[in-house]
């Protein structure tokens, strides 16, 4: 069972919105750790999507954004693309393990 | 550009020990921390430690505690995983990362993967 939770998968057709769920507790999330958002292409390395909760690297598409509230947060997905379908990955820091954690991860379905 | 360049495929017997190294290039090595993760065969991300390039110091997942040891050698820009007593629940790709895991900045560069089977 991972620390922070996200629905296994999720789906959408072309240019439809789609959000994804990361939902942890008062020692991560909740005590005010950053989270971050990864996908990860097939047989590829994670690339990293949002940092800090709702902040986008250089290079990714503002069709993607993230949020955070209490012990939740979410990234959402406008304009979904066929190349948008992966897995993605929630992660933050857990003060009660002192160790990074990740979610289980989403997959993504592009309909 | 950035990157981080990780060693090969490795294939180990069960309760052998494997080292894999992840490279830098493209920015100073000391300013971030090095994360390693780990991904077994259909399987999501697992988070298995972190080491400051500054100071040596590490922070290791509770489950991998005793068995992994996280090195770098600033002299080349390197940073190593070693992990011990290996199982076949231990095959699976390992990736390096600059970052840790509770800094602002997430892990923004990954190594490209090295596969490590245990059979």
């Known amino acids: 069972q991972s620390v922070l939770t996200q629905p296994p998968s999720v789906s959408g057709a072309p240019g439809q919105r789609v959000t994804i769920s990361c939902t942890g507790s008062s020692s991560n999330i909740g005590a005010g750790f950053d989270v971050h958002w990864y996908q990860q292409l097939p047989g590829t390395a994670p690339k990293l999507l949002i940092y800090?909760?709702?902040n986008r690297p250089s290079g990714v598409p503002d069709r993607f954004s993230g949020s955070k509230s209490g012990t939740s947060a979410s990234l959402a997905i406008t304009g979904l693309q066929a190349e948008d379908e992966a897995d993605y990955y929630c992660q933050s820091y857990d003060s009660s393990l002192s160790e990074g954690v990740f979610g289980g991860g989403t997959k993504l379905t592009v309909l | 550009q950035v990157q981080l360049v990780q060693s090969g495929t490795e294939v180990k017997k069960p309760g052998a020990s494997v080292k894999v190294s992840c490279k830098a290039s493209g920015y100073t090595f000391s300013i971030d921390n090095i994360s390693w993760v780990r991904q077994a065969p259909g399987r999501g991300l697992e988070w298995m430690g972190w080491?400051?390039?500054?100071?040596?110091?590490?922070?290791?997942a509770q489950k991998f505690q005793g068995r992994v040891t996280l090195t770098t050698d600033t002299s080349t820009g390197t940073a190593y995983m070693e992990l011990g007593s290996l199982t076949s629940d231990d095959t699976a790709i390992y990736y390096c990362a600059r970052g840790g895991a509770s800094n602002f900045f997430g892990m923004g560069v990954w190594g490209q993967g090295t596969t490590v089977t245990v059979s």
């Open positions: 800090g909760s709702t």
């Open positions: 080491i400051s390039t500054s100071n040596g110091n590490t922070n290791y």
